[in-house]
């Protein structure tokens, strides 16, 4: 069965602090990707990674920055949280040719205060 | 300004009749467009796709209308059951490029 894990479903941090979301894959897919979700606007492209050690910008990539040493692997970072940055945060993977089917992980709801 | 528009945020139908759901798109490049569902709590689901080059796509109860010069899609669920109360977040992409999501409608399927 296809999975996606995201390290933790909530998370509480202050204005100012670093913050890293861990996203986990089984399926041994290529691509995978940050979203942010916010209240009437869906989902909204953060970066993606297609492959070991290269990623793409989104469409909103200010603020945030990524890592893939691991194909298995995709950590979005906040290098500096601010309140603006409260989002649910959701992680996909997907087969390479195939970034339409993509699967996702459960979220995780951040709060910055 | 949003490339995808879903106007409805939430919609109810009556168990048994027909769901439509409905997505507008102001891209007249984008080339592929796709539906994912999302229960709380989870992450959206893929549930079905259309290429640009189709104007109907089936699978089971779930129907995807596209109409290209009205720039509009929609999805079609019969007949609807509780179990399809959920978000629907239409998307749609131009060839080579990620894809853009609507805001999302919420379903709720009465009993």
């Known amino acids: 069965d296809v999975k996606v894990t995201q390290s933790s479903r909530y998370l509480v941090k202050r204005t100012g602090e670093k913050v890293f979301l861990e996203c986990v894959q089984d399926?041994?897919?290529?691509?995978m990707f940050w979203y942010r979700q916010d209240p009437g606007l869906g989902l909204r492209l953060i970066y993606f990674?297609?492959?070991?050690?290269?990623?793409e910008k989104g469409d909103i990539p200010e603020g945030y920055s990524v890592s893939r040493e691991k194909k298995e692997r995709f950590s979005l970072i906040l290098e500096s949280a601010s309140t603006n940055q409260t989002s649910m945060y959701l992680c996909?993977?997907?087969?390479?040719?195939?970034?339409?089917?993509?699967?996702f992980g459960p979220g995780t709801r951040l709060t910055v205060t | 300004d949003q490339q995808v528009k879903q106007n409805s945020p939430s919609l109810s139908v009556q168990e048994g009749r027909i769901s439509i759901l409905n997505c507008d798109y102001t891209?007249?490049?984008?080339?592929?467009f796709l539906w994912y569902k999302k229960y709380p709590a989870e992450g959206p689901t893929f549930l079905i796709s259309?290429?640009?080059?189709?104007d109907k796509n089936e699978d089971g109860r779930f129907t995807v209308f596209l109409n290209k010069s009205a720039k509009h899609l929609s999805l079609h669920i019969v007949p609807s059951q509780p179990g399809d109360s959920a978000v629907y977040f239409c998307?749609?992409?131009?060839?080579?490029?990620?894809?853009?999501f609507g805001p999302g409608t919420r379903l709720s399927v009465l009993p």
């Open positions: 891209n007249s490049m984008f080339d592929y």
């Open positions: 259309i290429s640009s080059i189709k």
């Open positions: 998307a749609a992409r131009r060839y080579g490029q990620n894809f853009v």
């Open positions: 399926m041994d897919h290529e691509n």
């Open positions: 996909a993977s997907s087969i390479l040719s195939r970034n339409y089917e993509q699967y």
């Open positions: 990674s297609y492959d070991v050690k290269m990623k």
